[in-house]
């Protein structure tokens, strides 16, 4: 929410009909949130904390129906500066509180396999290590935000899901595709994923437990205090499993078991709002064969802590925002479970320190906001970066962290906003350097636009161009198979999109069109045709081109069919993309070049009884590229289809559920030779306070 202190006021931009509009790339999941009176289905590019919920009375209802309201006061993450839900040129997904609990999921990286534009690789069981991208790229071209605070790991983007906070407790999820540099930073390259856990407004409780296939189990807690302007809120969870494979040896190798404890606090008045939190993540899991075929008996454990404090000024014509946080990060990789004698353990280090001020103000012509932000990455290892003068002690060992690398990044970013009735134009630019190899200052363009037709219908496009950092195991990971290349150069990108929505009377209908041009795109690469002991090799590309389109439809049957109280609604959602890099057919890509060409979601909600509700979600997907096999066989990944279900009863304090993930027992394979669960069945409840 923003106050507008500008001479001149600007007419209210007011869409009709929100209610009926079924905006969401996770509209696929298609569950209802109740905001003050009204019905709303699954919500796109809105949050539900900053919806108005005044009282629909007899006028309005003259006018409306009672699923509409004004969105004129929504406020969204798609610029740099805060802008309505009207306004927005650039089109920002959001999940909210209801639809996350309400998935069939046990884990964020579980519920974004429900979005069509997303991939997600899963190499264990309920998250244990998952690579997420968006649009054809891989896990380390996205930026990854706890409550806007970047936690994205230098080291890998493979752990960069270990949140510190249990999936109950988010208030909602944003995301944003395409390059993203001037709203999240450089690291963004195709696009950020916002993880949003605000303290409650009210003293509550809530508790949840729940176990399954597998030797599942999982419980958590969390209570809040909230008086006059203060809140502190406490949460903490535990989840373990057997897993579902097993070593050569008859032992377990894809088991997992980790705890989550997180503190938030806040504190709001009339003048500043402040925000802080505290949290760690800790867990230890089998690596099945995660790092290579002839190791089946790999174990990971990673520690996280995670703290920041941010602000922001409500009142004057300069908005300020600052934030400074620390993130750090222990990992322990080994070859061999509980046997260093056969392979040393793998030791890594990661320090990351950031503070950033962000403003924006008013004027005649508009909303401009001006930000810089400075962050640190530390990393020290026993295997990966540059020798060390002074080696560090490891904790608990008496080993040496011999090597390390330290790089420091500045960025800036001026962003200019043109808001008429039915037009918005954001353009801006972010200007980063960085330490490692004595980078110049770069500076990377981008634009939004957009214009509304009548009250269904908008158009929308945008250019934006970003950047990315190699990551550290890109640049020095010479281990087990692997040769890294300490020269990498930053990988590049320039994307274009286009597109049209529509949403009225209960139907909601998406369709865009998009291009990305890599430039320097990096990958770990093999030539099969030096048989299954070639290497992997880090590299940079020369340029990739990929093009996609997206359809996206949402039928709320409360609107289309309302004398019906069976159905509620159906959701489908379709992504393609083809990538236009020639390469040897001896060459094999471990993660870039391996992208889903087609991947097709959807949902159907039905109302069994009163209390009774039954989701059903099914997801179809095929993926390009290869993997070897444990005989050293090269094959081609193959096309599956999965059903998710799940039966929930809700009463006002409790709810209790029953799920089923991969309810036919589909056989199939996300990444490399690593086999998928098959049926998992879940029950469990739920309590509020």
Same mark, same amino acid.
């Given at each position: 929410?923003?106050?507008?202190?500008?001479?001149?006021?600007?007419?209210?931009?007011?869409?009709?009909?929100?209610?009926?509009?079924?905006?969401?790339?996770?509209?696929?999941?298609?569950?209802?949130?109740?905001?003050?009176?009204?019905?709303?289905?699954?919500?796109?590019?809105?949050?539900?904390?900053?919806?108005?919920?005044?009282?629909?009375?007899?006028?309005?209802?003259?006018?409306?129906?009672?699923? /509409?309201?004004?969105?004129?006061?929504?406020?969204?993450?798609?610029?740099? @500066?805060?802008?309505?839900? @009207?306004?927005?040129?650039?089109?920002?997904?959001?999940?909210?509180?209801?639809?996350?609990?309400?998935?069939?999921?046990?884990?964020?990286?579980?519920?974004?396999?429900?979005?069509?534009?997303? +991939?997600?690789?899963?190499?264990?069981?309920?998250?244990?290590?998952?690579?997420?991208?968006?649009?054809?790229?891989?896990?380390?071209?996205?930026?990854?935000?706890?409550?806007?605070?970047?936690?994205?790991?230098?080291?890998?983007?493979?752990?960069?899901?270990?949140?510190?906070?249990?999936?109950?407790?988010?208030?909602?999820?944003?995301?944003?595709?395409?390059?993203?540099?001037?709203?999240?930073?450089?690291?963004?390259?195709?696009? @950020?994923?916002?993880?949003?856990?605000?303290?409650?407004?009210?003293?509550?409780?809530?508790?949840?437990? /729940?176990?399954?296939?597998?030797?599942?189990?999982?419980?958590?807690?969390?209570?809040?205090?909230?008086?006059?302007?203060?809140?502190?809120?406490?949460?903490?969870?535990?989840?373990?499993?057997?897993?579902?494979?097993?070593?050569?040896?008859?032992?377990?190798?894809?088991?997992?078991?980790?705890?989550?404890?997180?503190?938030?606090?806040?504190?709001?008045?009339?003048?500043? %709002?402040?925000?802080?939190?505290?949290?760690?993540?800790?867990?230890?899991?089998?690596?099945?064969?995660?790092?290579?075929?002839?190791?089946?008996?790999?174990?990971?454990?990673?520690?996280?802590?995670?703290?920041?404090?941010?602000?922001?000024?409500?009142?004057?014509?300069?908005?300020?925002?600052?934030?400074?946080?620390?993130?750090?990060?222990?990992?322990?990789?080994?070859?061999?479970?509980?046997?260093?004698?056969?392979?040393?353990?793998?030791?890594?280090?990661?320090?990351?320190?950031?503070?950033?001020?962000?403003?924006?103000?008013?004027?005649?012509?508009?909303?401009?906001?001006?930000?810089?932000?400075?962050?640190? /990455?530390?990393?020290?290892?026993?295997?990966?970066?540059?020798?060390?003068?002074?080696?560090?002690?490891?904790?608990?060992?008496?080993?040496?962290?011999?090597?390390?690398?330290?790089?420091?990044?500045?960025?800036?970013?001026?962003?200019?906003?043109?808001?008429?009735?039915?037009?918005?134009?954001?353009?801006?630019?972010?200007?980063?350097?960085?330490?490692?190899?004595?980078?110049?200052?770069?500076?990377?363009?981008?634009?939004?636009?957009?214009? %509304?037709?009548?009250?269904?219908?908008?158009?929308?496009?945008?250019?934006?161009?970003?950047?990315?950092?190699?990551?550290?195991?890109?640049?020095?990971?010479?281990?087990?198979?692997?040769?890294?290349?300490?020269?990498?150069?930053?990988?590049?990108?320039?994307?274009?999109?286009?597109?049209?929505?529509?949403?009225?009377?209960?139907?909601?209908?998406?369709?865009?069109?998009?291009?990305?041009?890599?430039?320097?795109?990096?990958?770990?690469?093999?030539?099969?045709?030096?048989?299954?002991?070639?290497?992997?090799?880090?590299?940079?590309?020369?340029?990739?081109?990929?093009?996609?389109?997206?359809?996206?439809?949402?039928? +709320?049957?409360?609107?289309?069919?309302?004398?019906?109280?069976?159905?509620?609604?159906?959701?489908?959602?379709?992504?393609?993309?083809?990538?236009?890099?020639?390469?040897?057919?001896?060459?094999?890509?471990?993660?870039?070049? /391996?992208?889903?060409?087609?991947?097709?979601?959807?949902?159907?909600?039905?109302?069994?009884?009163?209390?009774?509700?039954?989701?059903?979600?099914?997801?179809?997907?095929?993926?390009?590229?290869?993997?070897?096999?444990? +005989?050293?066989?090269?094959?081609?990944?193959?096309?599956?289809?999965?059903?998710? @279900?799940?039966?929930?009863?809700?009463?006002?304090?409790?709810?209790?559920?029953?799920?089923?993930?991969?309810?036919?027992?589909?056989?199939?394979?996300?990444?490399?030779?690593?086999?998928?669960?098959?049926?998992?069945?879940?029950?469990?409840?739920?309590?509020?306070?």
């Amino acid at each position: 929410m923003y106050n507008n202190n500008s001479n001149k006021k600007q007419g209210a931009i007011v869409f009709k009909h929100f209610g009926r509009k079924g905006y969401s790339l996770f509209a696929c999941l298609g569950r209802e949130v109740l905001v003050g009176v009204l019905s709303v289905a699954t919500l796109q590019h809105a949050s539900a904390g900053s919806v108005s919920v005044r009282q629909v009375t007899a006028d309005t209802i003259a006018t409306k129906t009672d699923r /509409e309201m004004t969105l004129d006061e929504v406020t969204i993450s798609g610029s740099k @500066a805060p802008l309505t839900r @009207a306004q927005a040129a650039r089109m920002v997904t959001v999940l909210e509180r209801a639809d996350i609990q309400a998935a069939p999921v046990q884990s964020v990286n579980d519920l974004l396999k429900y979005a069509a534009s997303v +991939d997600v690789r899963q190499r264990g069981p309920i998250g244990a290590q998952t690579d997420v991208s968006i649009r054809g790229g891989n896990s380390e071209q996205i930026t990854i935000l706890l409550n806007g605070i970047n936690i994205c790991d230098p080291q890998t983007g493979h752990n960069v899901f270990d949140f510190p906070v249990d999936i109950s407790e988010i208030e909602r999820i944003e995301v944003l595709e395409g390059p993203a540099g001037r709203v999240y930073g450089t690291s963004s390259l195709l696009g @950020a994923i916002n993880i949003i856990t605000s303290p409650r407004k009210e003293t509550s409780a809530s508790a949840h437990v /729940e176990g399954g296939s597998y030797g599942y189990l999982s419980a958590g807690a969390w209570g809040n205090i909230a008086h006059d302007k203060w809140s502190n809120q406490v949460s903490g969870s535990y989840t373990r499993s057997d897993g579902f494979t097993r070593n050569s040896a008859g032992g377990l190798n894809g088991d997992y078991s980790g705890g989550k404890a997180f503190y938030q606090g806040s504190y709001d008045d009339d003048d500043v %709002r402040v925000n802080w939190h505290a949290g760690i993540s800790t867990k230890d899991y089998g690596s099945n064969t995660f790092y290579g075929a002839k190791w089946d008996d790999q174990f990971e454990h990673t520690l996280k802590t995670f703290t920041a404090i941010q602000a922001e000024t409500k009142k004057g014509k300069i908005h300020l925002k600052p934030s400074i946080y620390w993130n750090h990060s222990n990992d322990r990789f080994e070859l061999y479970r509980d046997d260093e004698q056969k392979v040393p353990f793998n030791y890594h280090r990661t320090d990351i320190f950031g503070v950033n001020l962000n403003s924006y103000f008013d004027w005649t012509l508009g909303r401009t906001a001006v930000s810089a932000e400075l962050r640190n /990455e530390d990393y020290v290892s026993s295997k990966l970066g540059e020798p060390l003068n002074n080696p560090k002690p490891i904790h608990g060992t008496n080993r040496t962290y011999a090597y390390g690398i330290n790089r420091t990044n500045v960025s800036f970013v001026l962003e200019h906003n043109i808001l008429l009735e039915r037009f918005t134009l954001s353009a801006g630019l972010v200007a980063t350097k960085n330490s490692w190899s004595d980078m110049a200052m770069k500076v990377y363009p981008g634009v939004d636009a957009s214009y %509304r037709i009548g009250d269904d219908v908008k158009l929308f496009a945008s250019y934006n161009t970003s950047l990315r950092m190699p990551s550290y195991t890109e640049l020095y990971y010479s281990i087990g198979g692997h040769v890294a290349d300490k020269n990498l150069k930053p990988e590049e990108v320039n994307a274009i999109e286009g597109g049209v929505k529509y949403a009225a009377h209960g139907i909601a209908a998406q369709a865009s069109v998009y291009r990305n041009n890599w430039k320097n795109m990096i990958d770990w690469i093999r030539h099969t045709s030096d048989g299954p002991d070639a290497p992997w090799e880090s590299v940079n590309f020369t340029e990739v081109k990929a093009t996609g389109w997206e359809a996206q439809l949402s039928m +709320d049957f409360k609107q289309l069919l309302p004398g019906q109280t069976v159905l509620k609604h159906i959701n489908v959602s379709y992504n393609y993309l083809f990538q236009s890099k020639d390469i040897d057919n001896d060459i094999q890509s471990k993660y870039s070049l /391996e992208y889903l060409r087609h991947k097709f979601v959807s949902n159907l909600q039905l109302n069994i009884i009163d209390r009774l509700a039954l989701g059903i979600n099914f997801r179809w997907q095929e993926r390009r590229g290869t993997y070897t096999d444990y +005989d050293g066989e090269v094959k081609n990944y193959s096309p599956y289809s999965i059903v998710d @279900a799940r039966l929930c009863w809700s009463a006002p304090r409790y709810n209790i559920y029953v799920e089923v993930n991969n309810l036919f027992d589909t056989e199939y394979i996300d990444y490399g030779c690593v086999p998928q669960p098959g049926t998992w069945l879940i029950g469990g409840v739920s309590i509020d306070i």
